[in-house]
């Protein structure tokens, strides 16, 4: 998965899960429109991930990028160029798996309202504030359950 880049078009390109979030974009769009958390990492002096948080961003649009098309050989260069696949870069096979994968662009707004920052959540109470503050009532109730997994 790409990073979410800071700039006026905040985006994320990613080929994981693209088919699922595509149905839901052309659907219910229960992934679209809600406020959802957003860390940037780095790796530590442990040689350990640290993350930040950066604030809250909702996703608002989704764009079909197909295999082979101009502009994935684009991000893929910029991509190699940034030294995003490390020090070595990438094997000629992972170039043509991710060149002959249909990807997509996320674009990103920064939400607008005031909400709580994760690191003052109580334990276990993230999971219910990001369905609250996204109105999924349905998925609360679910997770409320008394055979829940997070009981």
């Keep these: 998965m790409q990073h979410l880049k800071t700039r006026e ?3 994320i390109w990613t080929h994981t899960n693209a088919d699922k979030l595509i149905e839901d974009f052309k659907g219910e769009k229960k992934n679209f429109d809600r406020p959802v ?3 940037k990492s780095w790796r530590g002096g442990d ?3 640290d993350f930040e948080f950066i604030g809250w961003w909702k996703m ?3 764009e079909t990028v197909e295999p082979q098309s101009d502009e994935l050989k684009r991000m893929m260069q910029v991509k190699e160029e940034a030294k995003g696949y490390g020090r070595n870069g990438r094997t000629a096979s992972a170039w043509a798996e991710s060149l002959s994968t ?3 662009k996320l674009k990103f707004a920064r ?3 005031t909400l709580k920052e994760p690191v003052k959540m109580e334990k276990k109470e993230g999971e219910r504030y990001l369905l609250k503050i996204g109105g999924l009532e349905e998925e609360i ?3 409320e359950e008394p055979n829940s997994e997070t009981d």
């Design 9 to 11: 078009e905040p985006e």
């Design 37 to 39: 958390p957003v860390f």
């Design 47 to 49: 040689r350990r991930d």
């Design 60 to 62: 608002e649009s989704l």
């Design 102 to 104: 249909k990807w997509i």
């Design 111 to 113: 939400a607008t309202e």
């Design 141 to 143: 109730r679910i997770l």
